[in-house]
């Protein structure tokens, strides 16, 4: 009896430290049932094997053509998400610290700011692919375009977070420069890795999003496989996007936490807009 009670106690310490397994195989489970008795019909859910084979191929390059290989097509999107999104945390980083240290730059562009972040980035993008010709910049350029307003923004209120009396009590004991401009990017810190974490998402989101509209000249975008696969009932294709999109997102975000963990600023940064 002891030994049983110790085994589920062992077992709820386990599930309650990793919550995320029991969650998957919960929706592993209602995946496979839902394919297995075609609950939804195939042309709308492929099964978890046939998702499997779809990667495995893409993996090993086997019985597979170049242009269906969803690692291939997703190196490319990556690559133009994490572009964009590079730029914009520079860029975002730059204009918030000068918006938020001017009380007047502040209160002038804040409107300006909030005005760009509601409008979504397709509507810009068609005006961008004329602007460069159709080339990639224009993906680039669009994303950066959806994300600068929230980096921006984020950083900028994070700038006009800092304690004021904090700071005047390190000018009144005449500490050193270095130290007060060292205080100041760790009180600021928190900020910009939420604005980062927010636009490392977006950012992939809209480079999906833009392929879906507009093929790149070199054909490999992942949002235009989908889109295909979609259009033509391949749905174990469309679903292995799917699962690769939503993997590098959740690993991707997982390496900005653990860098937030290691200077000792994750905790801060878990508030949200």
């Not at 989908?226 to 390496?255: H, K, M, Q, W």
Request: proline share 4%; glycine share 8%; hydrophobic share 50%.
């Amino acid at each position: 009896m002891a030994k049983a009670v110790e085994v589920r106690a062992k077992l709820a310490g386990l599930f309650k430290r990793h919550s995320w397994i029991l969650a998957f195989v919960l929706i592993f489970g209602l995946w496979e049932a839902g394919s297995y008795w075609h609950l939804i019909g195939r042309t709308l859910l492929a099964s978890p094997r046939e998702v499997w084979e779809v990667l495995a191929r893409s993996a090993f390059f086997s019985k597979l053509d170049d242009d269906q290989n969803v690692y291939i097509h997703a190196f490319y999107t990556f690559r133009r998400a994490l572009s964009g999104w590079g730029l914009t945390v520079v860029g975002g980083v730059v204009f918030g610290l000068v918006t938020g240290s001017f009380e007047a730059l502040y209160v002038g562009t804040e409107p300006i700011v909030e005005f760009a972040r509601v409008i979504p980035p397709v509507m810009a993008f068609p005006l961008l692919l004329v602007a460069f010709n159709y080339g990639e910049p224009a993906y680039t350029w669009t994303i950066v375009f959806g994300c600068l307003p929230v980096m921006t923004f984020a950083v900028a209120r994070g700038i006009r977070g800092i304690s004021r009396e904090k700071l005047e009590i390190l000018a009144a004991y005449k500490v050193p420069g270095v130290v007060r401009g060292f205080s100041v990017v760790m009180e600021t810190l928190p900020s910009v890795f939420l604005g980062a974490r927010l636009t490392l998402t977006m950012a992939l989101i809209i480079a999906v999003v833009t392929e879906m509209v507009f093929t790149p000249r070199n054909g490999w975008a992942l949002g235009a496989i989908a889109r295909d696969s979609e259009i033509s009932f391949d749905t174990p294709v469309f679903y292995a996007c799917v699962v690769v999109v939503g993997l590098f997102g959740y690993l991707a975000n997982r390496g900005i936490r653990k860098i937030e963990e290691l200077l000792g600023v994750a905790s801060s940064s878990d508030e949200t807009e």
